[in-house]
């Protein structure tokens, strides 16, 4: 696939900057050390002006593409924002899907089924049943589904869900993490007659950070996110030691030994095969490697994009930028700009911050610099909060003063989402956006979603751990 021919990144605004100002690791009394003299940094916060289709190794502040004439900038200091309730009945929708080519929306329940999104709300039949073969607890379940662009003709889902362990999982661990390709009719109501074809099955010591978003990106390929294996730390059972002795343990600076901590990206539509006629770049996988992954000829993983995560949950793009939001331990969440090639740093950092140690080195032994996120908030500061929760840039006119900005939120709702504009100059400051009205958003927010005409939704529930219907799907409005 060509991947220069990926559309601009979306339109950028410039908005007018008060209130928090997001600290980076300088300022909070903690510092890089140099790093090797055959680095390659240029003394840079390390942005990079790369996108994540395009890719580049070098280094500098990333600037933002122009933006569109049209419109006016987002006013996210006085945005408020209305939701109104267009589905309830789940027990936790973490994820979104509205296939390219047709008008139908479907809403991911972690209990293991994909539902039609329809005028009347949750259709009464799943699209997609997976449940017989999904595990739950702690953070497991059913936890992305993605379209291929050309669903609407193909009817190819893929998918991502907790399976118990498989014969290459050791006995000591939780679960198998699987992705894989499912083909449905895609105009059926209920998808009784699917096949399944699994692309991955990778096994996972514990029970959370499995992360689990997918996207395509406008080059076609599959990003892929998982998180470190879980627990704390990133040590324990199923973490491998790195090349960071300070701190033990390391899935997240990892990329020889397995999959963790990353983000993948493969190439669904190259069948290559487990037969040995080889994939794209002559792989004996289900999938194809895209030659420019940064790991191909490199020592590594080939189908690692980017890695130092922590527990990413959800992807999206944006034009060529893909944003990730990784969930933080103790101290502070992250939003990354994803480059072809980047370190985000755990667990040497959180977010832009030392992890367990007063400094940290400036860049990896082979040169490589740690990018910072482009945008952080702290769980002691004024914002708050405990988890991030990723979204999506809202390109519609439904809400005037978020046009062109980021929206997201923190897993505990207390009536807000937060958000900020890509056109600013990193670190961008996050705005708190009020939801005003007499609808309650819930406890919880679990993910968003951008409809076929480009409107937001927002995911919650008031009982994220249960099997209840306490889900609801809810339209981002003008108040």
């Not at 807000?416 to 961008?428: C, I, M």
């Not at 679990?446 to 927002?458: E, I, K, M, P, S």
């Amino acid at each position: 696939m060509n991947e220069s021919s990926s559309p601009a990144s979306p339109r950028r605004r410039r908005f007018l900057r008060s209130g928090l100002a997001v600290g980076l690791a300088s300022i909070a009394g903690c510092a890089a050390t140099d790093g090797p003299d055959d680095s390659d940094t240029d003394g840079s916060t390390g942005y990079r002006t790369d996108s994540a289709t395009t890719g580049g190794s070098t280094p500098s502040t990333r600037i933002p593409t122009p933006a569109d004439a049209d419109g006016p900038p987002p006013d996210l200091e006085r945005a408020r924002v209305g939701v109104e309730r267009v589905a309830s009945g789940f027990s936790a929708p973490l994820d979104f899907v509205a296939p390219a080519g047709t008008d139908r929306q479907f809403v991911v329940d972690r209990v293991g089924v994909l539902s039609e999104l329809t005028d009347a709300g949750r259709s009464d039949t799943p699209l997609l049943d997976l449940s017989d073969r999904v595990v739950l607890g702690g953070e497991r379940g059913l936890l992305g589904v993605a379209a291929h662009p050309e669903f609407a003709d193909t009817g190819r889902l893929y998918v991502r869900y907790s399976a118990s362990s498989r014969g290459e999982t050791p006995d000591n661990y939780s679960h198998t993490a699987v992705l894989a390709e499912v083909t449905v009719d895609p105009e059926a109501d209920a998808a009784d007659d699917f096949t399944e074809r699994r692309l991955l099955a990778v096994p996972q010591p514990q029970s959370n950070h499995n992360a689990g978003a997918l996207a395509f990106g406008p080059d076609g390929y599959l990003y892929v996110a998982f998180g470190d294996g879980g627990g704390a730390n990133d040590v324990g059972t199923g973490h491998v030691d790195d090349w960071y002795d300070a701190v033990a343990g390391g899935n997240g600076q990892d990329v020889t030994e397995n999959l963790l901590g990353s983000i993948l990206r493969i190439d669904v539509d190259e069948r290559g095969g487990v037969d040995g006629s080889g994939g794209e770049g002559g792989n004996d996988k289900p999938y194809g490697i895209p030659d420019s992954n940064p790991l191909v000829g490199r020592e590594g993983l080939s189908e690692q994009y980017a890695w130092g995560f922590r527990n990413p949950w959800r992807l999206s793009f944006a034009g060529s930028d893909l944003y990730a939001a990784d969930v933080g331990q103790d101290a502070w969440e992250e939003l990354n700009i994803v480059e072809r090639g980047g370190n985000y740093g755990w667990n040497v950092r959180e977010g832009a911050h030392c992890f367990r140690e007063d400094t940290y080195p400036a860049a990896t032994p082979t040169g490589d610099p740690f990018l910072d996120p482009v945008a952080e908030y702290s769980h002691d500061g004024d914002l708050g909060g405990v988890s991030i929760i990723g979204g999506y840039v809202a390109e519609s006119d439904a809400v005037p003063a978020l046009q062109g900005a980021y929206v997201f939120a923190d897993y505990v709702a207390r009536g807000r989402l937060f958000a900020v504009d890509p056109s600013a100059t990193p670190p961008w400051e996050i705005e708190t956006v009020p939801v005003v009205g007499e609808t309650d958003l819930g406890r919880y927010v679990l993910g968003f979603g951008r409809g076929r005409a480009g409107d937001l939704y927002v995911l919650t529930t008031d009982d994220p751990g249960g099997e209840g219907d306490d889900g609801q799907v809810f339209r981002i409005s003008e108040p």
